[in-house]
Nanobody, 122 residues
């Protein structure tokens, strides 16, 4: 399984970015997807998850109302729309997949992508 994340960059506080993650190697629509992030010197943390069909989502409290996770099963791609970005959102963002949304939230993950850097300047 390969997960190819893209869309990171440098933005000013209050700006927006949309991350994409293209998946290949197994039936995309059979699995939940998620995003984690890791800031310098910190542990990797959960950001958002979406169920296999897209009907259920879950977010960490710090991004609720600002980030939206979605997926297009026809394109084997999951997205993370990030609005009102803050300097504390600066991190490498990783795409991941697991059997269910619950598995993603609990960090019981099958595969990781290579990460994409998001830098928010103040």
């Amino acid at each position: 399984v390969q997960l190819q994340a893209s869309g990171g960059g440098v933005v000013q506080a209050g700006g927006s970015l949309r991350l994409s993650c293209a998946a290949s190697g197994r039936t995309f629509s059979d699995y939940a997807m998620g995003w984690f992030r890791q800031a310098p010197g910190q542990e990797r943390e959960f950001v958002a998850a979406i169920s296999w069909g897209g009907g259920s989502t879950y977010y960490t409290d710090s991004v609720k109302g600002r980030f939206t996770i979605s997926r297009d099963n026809a394109k084997n791609t999951v997205y993370l729309q990030m609005l009102s970005l803050k300097p504390e959102d600066t991190a490498v963002y990783y795409c991941t997949t697991a059997l269910t949304l619950g598995h993603v939230v609990r960090g019981q993950l099958d595969y990781w992508g290579q990460g994409t850097q998001v830098t928010v300047s103040s």
